[in-house]
């Protein structure tokens, strides 16, 4: 295993800006192709809602298939390495899409397996990416580089859509994409200038796959804390999926607005995003990590209910403000849970622990985008919109159940990291 000790300071350092830059650079990219893609699918091979839900389940559905045992992978291998490989891996292959459109051989199916391979890459590097990170950073400065990285990541996000639907219109969605590609290109770059390396340690012989992926099953089942915030972000994460798989094609075809409109009113879902960045080690200043927890999956949830109110010119203002309001409550929810089980879990569990929480939270979202492209068929774009945004409400029950309603801050990591991960 590979792994490295993190020297004080280092998130201002020259690495963690490269990281920085990098990761803000293939978020910002990726924010392009959420709006470039779905267009392709509806405007160019004329989809369905359901095929177009399809194309948005295929890009999470690999963590259905490869979130656990990514996790023992990650522990195994040099994680710069495996990012890099994974961005690289990313780009080529969204590239094939303006390709195959050039051509004259773009398909659905084609579409699907790109979403499938990109989702598939993105686990890795996800996983890796949250490992790697308490390498280059000491444990007291996880909450501030973690807010500083999901907060450049929404700014990108800020400008992705808005960049992507002028795109669209300029270049045609197919060729929008090249935007996405590039910046996977200049995210691998930035990982390749990265000059420290992880240090080689010993290590035992591992247990089996199937044994190694228990092991990060079982740390977070028994956790009384990791428990609920794995439940409550699974929820969030299939309404998100959910409402993200329907936003398109509910403004393109109910709302009915051009594409660069489109790409407009999703910057809402970025600025909610550095709003929440920003303001995350705030609230857990003020109020307390439990109850900025607790706001989180109340106040963005009820103000979701407004999403399917959206009308044509000043009515789009419902839906800015409902999806601004359940991004930044999202992205502050992940903050503070990210860092909590960055500094709780032992760093030879992380990349285990890691994985199975997002197997678990983001498994749900290939589900949640399927269920909304159901319903979309079945009560039309709206009525789908009203169901999934109520949805939204029930991530508060997990927490409401579990010991963190009867304290305000998260319980002390120090106790919790033997017993459970050494069965």
């Not at 075809?253 to 999703?266: A, D, F, I, M």
Request: net charge positive; proline share 6%; aromatic share 6%.
């Amino acid at each position: 295993m590979e792994t490295t000790v993190a020297p004080r300071g280092a998130e201002t350092g020259r690495d963690f800006g490269l990281l920085w830059s990098g990761q803000t650079l293939s978020v910002g990219g990726t924010a392009v192709s959420s709006v470039a893609l779905p267009i392709v699918a509806t405007s160019v091979l004329n989809a369905s809602t359901f095929e177009v839900a399809l194309v948005a389940a295929a890009g999470s559905a690999a963590w259905l298939v490869f979130g656990l045992p990514s996790g023992v992978w990650v522990d195994r291998m040099p994680r710069r390495r495996l990012m890099l490989a994974m961005e690289t891996l990313r780009g080529c292959a969204i590239l094939s899409i303006p390709v195959a459109w050039a051509t004259g051989v773009l398909s659905l199916a084609q579409l699907v397996t790109v979403a499938l391979m990109v989702g598939a890459a993105g686990v890795f590097f996800d996983v890796a990416l949250q490992t790697y990170l308490p390498a280059v950073v000491p444990p007291q400065a996880l909450l501030r580089a973690n807010s500083r990285l999901q907060g450049s990541e929404s700014v990108a996000q800020v400008g992705g859509p808005a960049l992507g639907g002028i795109l669209v219109q300029w270049v045609g969605a197919p060729f929008a994409l090249l935007a996405d590609a590039a910046s996977y290109a200049v995210s691998a770059a930035c990982l390749t200038g990265m000059r420290r390396h992880e240090e080689t340690l010993s290590r035992a012989p591992s247990a089996g796959l199937r044994s190694e992926m228990l092991l990060g099953l079982r740390f977070v089942r028994r956790h009384p804390v990791l428990r609920p915030l794995t439940i409550s972000a699974t929820l969030l994460n299939f309404s998100g999926a959910g409402l993200e798989a329907l936003a398109v094609v509910f403004l393109v075809r109910t709302v009915q607005v051009s594409p660069g409109t489109v790409g407009v009113v999703l910057v809402g879902l970025g600025l909610g995003g550095v709003l929440g960045a920003a303001v995350a080690s705030r609230l857990c200043d003020r109020l307390g990590t439990v109850r900025t927890l607790f706001l989180t999956v109340t106040a963005g949830p009820l103000l979701t209910l407004l999403i399917p109110l959206t009308e044509p010119g000043a009515g789009l203002l419902a839906f800015a403000v409902g999806t601004t309001s359940i991004s930044a409550c999202m992205v502050v929810f992940s903050i503070v849970a990210r860092s909590y089980r960055q500094r709780v879990v032992p760093s030879s569990l992380l990349g285990k622990v890691t994985a199975t929480v997002r197997f678990v939270s983001w498994g749900a979202l290939p589900v949640g985008a399927l269920v909304a492209g159901a319903l979309g068929e079945l009560l039309g774009n709206r009525g789908a919109l009203w169901v999934v945004s109520a949805s939204f409400l029930l991530s508060s029950v997990p927490l409401l159940m579990s010991p963190l309603r009867r304290t305000p801050e998260l319980p002390s990591p120090e106790p919790v990291t033997a017993a459970p991960e050494q069965r």
